[in-house]
């Protein structure tokens, strides 16, 4: 079952269950698979593929996310909860990400790679290489962090 299959089950399910939350997050991700179509100037009645769409809910938990921070800095706690309940819903989908210690002996073989010596001015470079071994599987928040933790 592709995964914009699994998403329209989820939207069967979650209307016969009378869940708003699950209904409203699930229509938002559809409708944004049917933006991105458009936006790629194809058709809005073809399916992206499983890697599109993964792109486009990673796209829309890291909205999300923003939206939790800028709502906990503003004390409404209340639509907070409600952002964090659409992310857990989100990640579901989400395939599984790479741990900071597996991420640690990438950029490590990285460095090594590029003779064992990295300064600071070589972090970017650094970045794009282990980005590109590592695109969909870590974050890239994650991997800077750990860049950043390495090249001190």
């Known amino acids: 079952m592709t995964l ?3 998403l329209k089950e989820e939207l069967k399910t979650a209307m ?4 708003e ?3 409203n997050t699930v229509r938002g991700i559809l409708s944004a698979c049917t933006n991105e179509l458009v ?3 194809r058709s809005p009645q073809e399916i ?3 890697e599109d769409i993964i792109t486009v809910i990673k796209r829309a938990v890291k909205q999300r996310k923003d939206s939790v921070e800028q709502y906990m800095k503003g004390n409404r706690s209340d639509l907070a909860q409600v952002e964090m309940a659409e992310i857990s819903l989100l990640e579901k989908y989400l395939p599984p990400t790479m ?3 597996d991420i640690a002996r990438v ?3 990285k460095i090594e790679d590029l003779g064992g ?6 972090k970017g470079m650094l970045m794009g290489i282990v980005m590109n071994e590592l695109k969909g599987v870590a974050d890239g928040n994650d991997v800077k962090d750990v860049i950043d933790e390495l090249l001190v």
């Open 99 to 101: 741990g900071r210690d």
């Open 21 to 23: 939350t699950a209904l």
């Open 16 to 19: 016969k269950a009378h869940d």
């Open 117 to 122: 010596i990295v300064d600071k001015s070589k």
């Open 107 to 109: 950029v490590k073989s």
């Open 48 to 50: 992206l593929c499983d």
């Open 4 to 6: 914009y299959e699994q």
């Open 39 to 41: 936006a790629t100037k």
